[in-house]
Structure formats: structure tokens, C-alpha cells
């Protein structure tokens, strides 16, 4: 019995009403509008019956326009022989399905990737009837794992140029010549960005030029064209003023290269790109160059690459510029004259130079477990440890003097070493202690040198008074000269009077011995005036030398009944002197007050001798009740002419006077306000003449 | 009749030249007094006999030249030997300039010095003499009239009687007498004594 529009798909469905079919079907026919994803039958062979409009817009083809294809059709042609296997397979009944991702050529000769779920449809003789395709748009995610792909290709060439990089520098590290070291550099970039010749330039601070120091590939007229360059319409010429990259695709369409062109031509290339290097501080060190014989732009990642070697080449330049300036001044170390040391922070050392060792006589080849400490001699040890090098360390340096300690004879060697912090450039952070220092010993021989002058300058300087000196003598040796010969005469005298007066004649005979005696004793005070004594510097204390005057003067003092009175301030600092010359000025001023009161009757003869500090000196004063200087004298008591002492003691001041001023003090006399005068000199504190 | 002993003063700061010199001059017979400086000098009485100073030129305060100066600025005629121990060439011109009877330099010989010493002695005895004699010439100098000074004064210039006579509008026989009067009281012996008379007095 035939039913009307009984559709032979439906024809073997076992269905209830007809409603229920129709439902079905418009569901189906729903689905089958609707879907987002395409839906196509076919006959056996591939021939479209219908397609979905989805799949119409995926191909590009209306459905009438299919109708009259197959699916070969639509397959590119190096996929058709697997299209028909799978088919084949289908209807074979090897499968009942299969998904397979495959490509579609659309009407426009695009390629449509898509992913297919294909399944037969059985007939009635359970042969596949049809074919149901349904069809996946996967264009995006192929492109995606494309890309993909292309990335990590990408990633693996740069991965293996990095490792190219860091086996080159492995290998530069080896070679010392930059020359060399350029041209594997330059190799390296030719090679990454398949250039045909290249080269590197330097750039000469002094000139403001460029010059090729390595080159591969080019003949000799492209050297002595581009040898040397400073202009624009080069490459690198251009790189260099606008200091960055410039490539030139085609020399033969780029403006500015024209006046070069020939040379580019006999040369053999058409492209070139030329990257500027740079010092860590900006400054232009060079420009590395690569040629192309045929037009060409280098891809960006050769770019990237190229940079990271023209960073490597860059620093390699510096390097070799530092190393250059390390290595002279590694010789300005090795070479000084001076003590030159380095030590960790904890102090131990571990490097003197050659001129270092020699001073402190240390031939041991091995510094390590020495520490600053065994180099100082003993008695500074103490001083270092605890004050200077605290010192250091807290304020980056300390200079001063210190005895270092000879390792041979164990003498000590008088230093002047400078200690200072020597720091990481960048971080300031503290590395290692360093000291340089000068031997002192030269320096104090030209001190003791220098007062041995000095010494002979002040006696000469003496004898050179003696102009003044030898009047003065001439007065001090007549008196008493005259004295004895015409004590002499008159001792004949006496003799020759008609009765002799021997009384007078011997009374003048002993005034002759007595006066002679006085005189000599003038002579020898002359003597050790000019004598080239120089003085012994000690350190003294002048209450002490005062005293010991004392117990000297002490039988004067009693013989002539002066009441001696000391007014000696406590603790004063100390002086340096000459002990003996010291205590022969104080002697000679207390006699000299004595004597100065010999004629005092009427009142107390009173002798003070003071010391006091005042402003870094020592004031010392001898004060008589005597007669004191006439007003008139002013400054006369130290003219060596002048002499108010019956004994002719003038000559004594005068040398009193100039020791006190070859100890930097200065002697003076002041009257006082009732009786007498009073001497006063003045010394230098250790202190002061020390610092002064 | 015992002629004053003349006296010698001896000014040096230097005691051992002072003893030394002392005894020197005493054992020739002369009188000595000696002093350490020109101010101690200068204070002291002197004894009114005929004396000369034996100075040094380098004394404290009144140096030697200063003294000089002084005395002689009081009008104190002593005559002065310097002796020094230091060979000053100018200061010795200057000092012999001023009167200076000799300038010995230190160590003197004894005869130089004791020729000086006898040489100033004797000036400083006639000096005296001198003085003496001009006291006395003045003294009776003052004894004259103004008149007798005027016939004086004419007659000293080698005027005669006559001249003098008309020149002061007396008689001649005036003029006499004055002469007579003069010659008595300045105690002339000649006309030409009066004359030197006049001539000292002036």
C-alpha cells in the first residue's frame, strides 16, 4: 500500500503517526538549518545531495552550485588519494565512521581547514546508502598551531644562536689580541644573518673617524675607499652621527649612498646594515657592518641577535681599552718606589709590591698568613691595631707615621704610611685595606741632615758676629790685660823706690795671678761659644734643670748671704733642650744677680728665680734687688760692649741669650719696680715645638 | 812750704783696672781717687788741687765723651786722658777735639800713660796758675773806676796822654794821675803788662 510523501528516508522508520515523523523531521530540518557547525550528505561517491547553509558559507559554494560537485572536488589535490581510502573504507564496511581533520579548498582558492566526523547511512540492504558529514571549522586553531610551530622553530634557532654566542665568548676568552677577538665577533654575525662580507670599525677618539679593523671578504679598493670613514652617505658614516642602526636594502635606490655606489658595485654588494657600538657610558667605540650581495633586510630576530654580539663585541673593545689601562697601572704598582700593600678588612695580607718588600726586607714568596700587624715593629703594634685601623675602617683613611719592622735585621724603619678603605666602584661597599707609604728614613736623614746645617748655619752665624764678638772679646780680654800689666808696672814700681815697698809689690804681683785667671776663664767660655756644639735635644723638665742650677750656685749663694727664693710653678709641660746649655743660662743669670747686688747693703739681697706657663711656653725669670740698669740703658744690658759687672760677665749674656734662641726662645730684662732687674727668657713646650 | 799733691781720678767700671791703675799712680807719688762711673764722679768734692782724670770711654750711664762735655759745660776746666779697649778712631778725633790731653788705647804702655798723667798735671797746674791770676786780674780790675776803666781801656790801646786826655775832655795832668792810680791797683809793672792786662781781661 504507497503512502503520500513518504520520503525514503523514512522508509523503513518503524513510526507511529505521522505527526510524531513530522515533528521529527522538523526538528531535524531545525537542527539541520541551524546548526553553528556545518552538515553535508552525500551520495557513495562523494556527490553533495545537500549541504547545510553554514557549510554553503564555509565553502563559499550555494548548495545548487555543490550539488553538481563531489567531494573530491573540494579536496586539494595532494589529499585526494587520502580522502578516497577513507571513503573507500566507509563503504566497505571496514568503518562505520571516522574523524579526521582535513582540508577543504574553498571557491575562492582559499584553504579551509576543518575538522570532519563523517558516518555512512545504511539502505535498505544495509549497504551504506549516503554519507553524513559533519564539519568543523578549525581555519583559527590550525593557524594558531602554525604560528605556534613557527615560534618555537623560532625559538630553538635563537636558543641555538645563544648557545653560539656563549660558546664564542668561551672561545674569545682565550684569545688576548682584539683584532682576532672582532673578526670571530664579525664571523659569528655574518654567519647569523647569512651576509656575504662584512667588517669592524673602530672609532678614533683623536681623529673622530671610523677605521676597519677587521674585515672578511672584501678586495683592496673597498679598504682604502672605506678604510677610514667620516661622512654621511655611507652606512656606517650615517649610523654613527645618528648612533643607531642603519640599513640600506638597495644602495642602488637609496640617495644618500650614491656617490659609494660604484664602489658598492666593484665591491659586489646591493645591501648593507651597519650597527653602531657603544661603551657602558654612551661613548662610540665602533660600528660592526654586514654586506649583502643581492637586496636584502635582515630579519628582526637577526637584528636582536646582532646586537647581543654587537654588545659582546662592544665590551670586548672596552675590555681590552681597560685592560690596557689596568696593566699600566699595574705596572705604576709594580714599578713604584713607594711601599704599596694590599690586605683583606680582618687585615691580612696578600699583596706588596716589589719596592714594598725590598724596604721591609721580606723575600718570602708566600704572603698568605701574613697579617698588616707582623710588618709594624713591636712598640707601634699596639697603636695600629687598636687606633688606626678602627680608624680606617670607620673613616676610609689614616695617615701618620709608623715604625715598620724589618724582617732580616729586625730593625725598625721609621714610615709614612698612608691606610685607606679601597672600595667596590659601583656600591661603595668596602673590599680591602690598602697602604702605601714612603720610607721615612731617607726623610730623616735630610732632617738630620738638615739640622747638621742648621747647626753650621748658627755657627757660622756666630762666627759670623764675630765681628761683634771679637770687639766684644777685644774688651773682655783688654780689661784684664790691662789690668795685669799695669799691676805689673806698678809692682816694679813699688820695687823701685828708694825703699821698696814690697807690700804693694806683691799685693800687686797677686792681683796680676788673679786677673789672669778671671781671663782665661773668659777664653774658655769663648772657646765653647764657638765651639760647633750642637745641641742635644732631650726632653727636660725645667723646675729639674732649675734645681741642679741650685746646688751649683749654692756656695755663691751662701759667700755672698743672698736669700734665695724659688717660685717655681708645679707640673709645667715639658721643654726639649740641651740640659747642659740650659742649665749654664740659668747659672749665668743668677750670678749675674748676684753680682748685681754685691753693693747692696742697705736693704735684703734678695734673689728669686720664677717659672711659669704661659701660651704654650715656659717663662722663667731670674729677679736681683741689685742696682739695677740705669734707665738710660734701655737695651744695652746685651750689647756685647756693654759691661756693668766687675767681673766682665757682659760676654756671659750674650751666649745666654743665643742659646735661648737656638731653643726658639727669646731673653730679655725688664727693671724692676723697686730694686734691681730682673732677666726673663722664654721656651718652647715639647708641644708646641713640636707643632709650631 | 809742701806743694799741693796733685791727685789723679781714675773713672773705669772695671774694678781690676781701677786697683790696678790706682797702685800704678800711687807708686810714682801721686795722689788717686778712684770711681766706677762718671755720675759718681761728678757728685764728688773735689779737692781744690791740680788734678787730671784718667777716663774710660765706655762707662755705664755718663759714657766717657759725655762727661767731658759736661765738666766742660760747667766750666770745668780738669784736663782728661782717655783709655779705652776698643781702638775707636773717630771717637778718639772727637775726644781730642774737646780738649782731650791724650787717648790711649788699652793695654797702655806705663810711660805713655804716666807722661800723660804728668803732662796733664801740668797743664791743669798752670791752668790754675792761670785762673788764679785772671781771679786776681779781675779782682782788682774791679777795684777801678768807671773813669780809670776808660783811661784804661785808651791807654791799653797805645794812646798817649795827650790823646787820651782830649779824646775824654780832661787835662793831661788827670790823665796822669789815672795812669798812676791804674798801675797801682792792677799792680802793672809796664805799660806793656797793662796792655797784656786788658787783653786777658777781655
Redesign the interface.
Known amino acids: 500500500m504507497m503512502r503520500p510523501n513518504q520520503d525514503p528516508v523514512s522508509d523503513s522508520a518503524p513510526s507511529g503517526s505521522i505527526d510524531v515523523r513530522r515533528e521529527a523531521e522538523e526538528r531535524w530540518r531545525a537542527v539541520y538549518e541551524n546548526s553553528a557547525i556545518g552538515i553535508a550528505v552525500t551520495d557513495v561517491s562523494g556527490g553533495f545531495l545537500s549541504v547545510n547553509p553554514v557549510l554553503q558559507r564555509m565553502l563559499g559554494y550555494t548548495e545548487a552550485e555543490l550539488r553538481r560537485l563531489s567531494l573530491l572536488d573540494l579536496t586539494p589535490t595532494e589529499d585526494r588519494e587520502a580522502t578516497r581510502s577513507r571513503t573507500a573504507e566507509l563503504m566497505d564496511g571496514r568503518r562505520t565512521e571516522y574523524h579526521v581533520e582535513r582540508r577543504y579548498v574553498r571557491k575562492d582558492g582559499a584553504v579551509l581547514w576543518v575538522n570532519t566526523s563523517v558516518s555512512a547511512v545504511p539502505g535498505s540492504d544495509r549497504m551504506p546508502a549516503m554519507l553524513v558529514k559533519i564539519v568543523e571549522d578549525i581555519t583559527e586553531r590550525k593557524r594558531a598551531e602554525v604560528e605556534l610551530l613557527a615560534l618555537r622553530d623560532q625559538l630553538a634557532t635563537e636558543l641555538l644562536a645563544m648557545t653560539r654566542l656563549h660558546e664564542l665568548s668561551t672561545r674569545l676568552l682565550g684569545i688576548t689580541e682584539l683584532h682576532p677577538l672582532l673578526e670571530e665577533v664579525l664571523r659569528a654575525i655574518i654567519a647569523l644573518q647569512n651576509a656575504d662580507f662584512g667588517n669592524v670599525q673602530l672609532f678614533n677618539a683623536k681623529t673622530g673617524a671610523l677605521e676597519i679593523v677587521a674585515q672578511l671578504g672584501f678586495q683592496r679598493e673597498f679598504l682604502d675607499y672605506f678604510g677610514t670613514v667620516r661622512e654621511e652617505g655611507a652606512a656606517c658614516g650615517r649610523a654613527s652621527v645618528r648612533r643607531e642602526r642603519i640599513i640600506i636594502e638597495d644602495v642602488e635606490t637609496d640617495p644618500a649612498f650614491a656617490p659609494h655606489r660604484r664602489i658598492a658595485a666593484n665591491a659586489g654588494f646591493r645591501a648593507v646594515q651597519s650597527t653602531p657600538l657603544f661603551s657602558r657610558t654612551g661613548e662610540p667605540l665602533g660600528m660592526i657592518s654586514t654586506h649583502f650581495r643581492r637586496p636584502h633586510r635582515p630579519l628582526v630576530h637577526e637584528l636582536r641577535l646582532t646586537d647581543l654580539y654587537a654588545r659582546q663585541a662592544a665590551e670586548m673593545i672596552e675590555g681590552k681599552a681597560n685592560e690596557a689601562e689596568q696593566r699600566k697601572l699595574a705596572t705604576l704598582v709594580e714599578a713604584s718606589f713607594d711601599f704599596i700593600s694590599l690586605a683583606s678588612l680582618e687585615g691580612e695580607v696578600f699583596f706588596i709590591n716589589p719596592a714594598g718588600r725590598r724596604m721591609v726586607g721580606f723575600n718570602g714568596a708566600e704572603l698568605r698568613g701574613t697579617h698588616m700587624l707582623d710588618y709594624v715593629a713591636e712598640e707601634d703594634r699596639e697603636r695600629i691595631e687598636r687606633q688606626v685601623l678602627p680608624t680606617v675602617l670607620r673613616d676610609g683613611r689614616w695617615e701618620g707615621e709608623a715604625r715598620f719592622r724589618h724582617f732580616a735585621t729586625g730593625a725598625p724603619i721609621p714610615m709614612l704610611p698612608h691606610i685607606f678603605l679601597m672600595r667596590e666602584p659601583a656600591s661603595e661597599r668596602p673590599l680591602a685595606l690598602a697602604t702605601i707609604s714612603r720610607d721615612m728614613t731617607e726623610r730623616k736623614h735630610a732632617e738630620e741632615a738638615m739640622r747638621r746645617a742648621q747647626g753650621e748655619l748658627a755657627h757660622v752665624t756666630r762666627v759670623m758676629s764675630m765681628g761683634e764678638l771679637t770687639?766684644s772679646i777685644?774688651?773682655e780680654v783688654?780689661?784684664?790685660?790691662?789690668?795685669?800689666?799695669?799691676?805689673g808696672?806698678?809692682a816694679l814700681?813699688?820695687l823701685d823706690?828708694e825703699v821698696p815697698?814690697v807690700g804693694?809689690a806683691r799685693?800687686?804681683v797677686e792681683?796680676i795671678i788673679?786677673?789672669g785667671n778671671?781671663a782665661s776663664d773668659v777664653i774658655s767660655r769663648v772657646r765653647a761659644f764657638a765651639k760647633k756644639a750642637v745641641p742635644n735635644k732631650a726632653t727636660l723638665d725645667i723646675n729639674e734643670v732649675i734645681r741642679e742650677v741650685l746646688s751649683l750656685a749654692q756656695p755663691e749663694v751662701l759667700a755672698r748671704r743672698v736669700w734665695l727664693r724659688m717660685e717655681l710653678s708645679q707640673s709645667l709641660p715639658p721643654v726639649t733642650g740641651d740640659r747642659v746649655q740650659l742649665q749654664q743660662v740659668v747659672l749665668n743669670l743668677m750670678m749675674n744677680g748676684i753680682e748685681a747686688m754685691r753693693a747692696v747693703t742697705d736693704r735684703p739681697r734678695d734673689l728669686v728665680v720664677k717659672s711659669r706657663l704661659r701660651n704654650e711656653e715656659i717663662l722663667v725669670a731670674i729677679q736681683d734687688s741689685g742696682i739695677g740698669f740705669?734707665p738710660?740703658?734701655g737695651g744695652q744690658p746685651f750689647d756685647a760692649?756693654?759691661?756693668?759687672k766687675?767681673?766682665?760677665m757682659g760676654l756671659g749674656l750674650t751666649i745666654s741669650r743665643r742659646i735661648i734662641e737656638a731653643h726658639g726662645g727669646r731673653l730679655w730684662a725688664t727693671p724692676n719696680a723697686e730694686h734691681g732687674a730682673s732677666v726673663h727668657f722664654s721656651l718652647p713646650t715639647e708641644e708646641r715645638a713640636r707643632h709650631g | 812750704m809742701d806743694e799741693p799733691v796733685p791727685i789723679v781720678f781714675v773713672v773705669d767700671?772695671?774694678?781690676?783696672?781701677r786697683?790696678?791703675?790706682t797702685?800704678?799712680i800711687?807708686?810714682?807719688g801721686l795722689e788717686v781717687e778712684a770711681f766706677?762711673s762718671g755720675s759718681e764722679f761728678l757728685s764728688s768734692q773735689r779737692p781744690d788741687v791740680p788734678s787730671c782724670l784718667v777716663l774710660d770711654v765706655?762707662l755705664?750711664?755718663v759714657g766717657g765723651l759725655d762727661l767731658q762735655r759736661a765738666l766742660s759745660d760747667a766750666g770745668e776746666a780738669i784736663p782728661i786722658i782717655f783709655?779705652t779697649?776698643?781702638g775707636d778712631i773717630p771717637m778718639s778725633v772727637r775726644a781730642m777735639k774737646a780738649g782731650a790731653v791724650e787717648f790711649l788705647p788699652?793695654?797702655?804702655r806705663?810711660q805713655d800713660l804716666l807722661d800723660a798723667i804728668r803732662q796733664a798735671i801740668e797743664r791743669d797746674a798752670v791752668a790754675r796758675e792761670q785762673r788764679e791770676e785772671l781771679v786776681g786780674l779781675r779782682g782788682r780790675y774791679g777795684t777801678l773806676t768807671s773813669r780809670e776803666r776808660e783811661v784804661l781801656a785808651l791807654i791799653a790801646q797805645g794812646r798817649l796822654n795827650k790823646q787820651a786826655a782830649s779824646k775824654l775832655g780832661i787835662s793831661e795832668i788827670t790823665i796822669k794821675l789815672h795812669r798812676r792810680h791804674i798801675m797801682e791797683k792792677m799792680k802793672a809793672t809796664s805799660l806793656a803788662e797793662l796792655a797784656r792786662m786788658v787783653e786777658r781781661l777781655a
Not at chain 2, 767700671?13 to 783696672?17: I, K, L, N, R, Y
Open positions: 770687639t777685644a774688651h783688654t780689661q784684664p790685660l790691662t789690668a795685669m800689666v799695669t799691676n808696672y806698678a814700681r813699688w823706690r815697698d804693694e799685693a800687686a792681683r788673679a786677673v778671671r740705669p738710660e740703658t760692649f756693654f759691661t756693668t766687675p767681673e766682665g | 767700671d772695671d774694678e781690676s783696672v786697683v790696678a791703675l797702685s800704678l800711687r807708686s810714682v766706677g765706655r755705664p750711664g783709655i779697649g776698643h788699652k793695654p797702655f806705663e
